[in-house]
């Protein structure tokens, strides 16, 4: 099986993982101003409204998202709802290296998921990939240096992102296994991913909801604030939603995992540039590691 990785397709899934680096950065930037469920759910009624405009007509009575509600209720739970949360409450309890090394099995995550559920055959290409993308985050993580790495210490905290790769990886199975999709929602990408969010958002508010009861929540509001929330809204929720899910259209999700490692390397370069620090060597090399692992995972077999 040999994946389609044009140039317009690579391009596509590098946007991604370099806007969701931008989310982390920003993420862990506004912490202590909103809280985790509450940052989510601002975010995606965001996108929702910026997005309406567009695909409204999907959201009204009669439409062909109605009859398949329960698909895209998972669908906005895992990725929307579940997925985003959980990485924004990770940043909220523990640290952004012990973030970064669990979310790097994503990979891994992605060939178990097809292998598991959707019945996909792995080769050993694929694990080689795998082994390699991973490598090349263990660096970065490291900073070039194996007795940083082996300081890391996994809290109990790590277990959300843990969940959040998983609910991942499944989602991005989803999103190639259509069972009872409309084909007009389909190839429309606004109202397809307008129906991801407007479910989503139902799980997110029930989240945030169990966030405010429980005394978690708090709100700073201000510019600043109110700044990040755009940019979150826009780059890293409805650009990169809209390039990743072309990509796995095109590449297929096996393939795609392997770009999702080119987002730790992104957050690095962009917290290094914030702290006025040129990126190093180890990150060329790591560079050179997670596209060897894509470079493998999609030769042809």
Known sequence: MHAKLSPSTILLLTLSPLLWAGNAVVGRLVAPLVSPMTLNLLRWSIALVLL????????????????????????????????????YLSLNTSTPINVTLVGAGTPVWMLLMGRLFFGI?????????????????????????????????????????LLASAAW?????????????????????????LAQIAFGLIWSALFTGAEWSMGLGRLDLSWGLALALLFIAIGP??????????????AGP?????FVNLT????????????GELPHLYHALAFLLIVGGIWVSASRR
Not at 264 to 275: D, E, G, K, R
Request: positive net charge; without cysteine.
């Open 169 to 193: 990886a499944y989602y991005s199975w989803m999103l190639v296994h259509p069972t009872t999709e409309p084909p007009g929602i389909r190839r429309d990408w606004s109202a397809f991913l």
């Open 264 to 275: 730790p390397l992104f957050t690095a370069v962009l917290s290094a540039a914030f702290l």
């Open 254 to 258: 096996a393939v795609v995992g392997f």
């Open 52 to 87: 309406l405009p567009l695909a409204a007509p999907v959201l009204r009575r009669g439409s062909g998202l109605w009859p398949s509600w329960p698909r895209f209720a998972v669908l906005g739970l895992l990725s929307i709802g579940g997925y985003n949360a959980l990485l």
């Open 121 to 161: 055959r792995i080769s050993g290409k694929q694990w080689l990939g795998a082994l390699l993308s991973i490598s090349g985050v263990l660096l970065v993580l490291s900073r070039g240096q194996l007795d940083v790495l082996l300081q890391v210490r996994l809290v109990p905290g790590d277990l959300y992102m």
């Open 237 to 250: 929720a409805l650009f990169a939603y809209r390039a990743y899910g072309a990509g796995v259209a095109r």
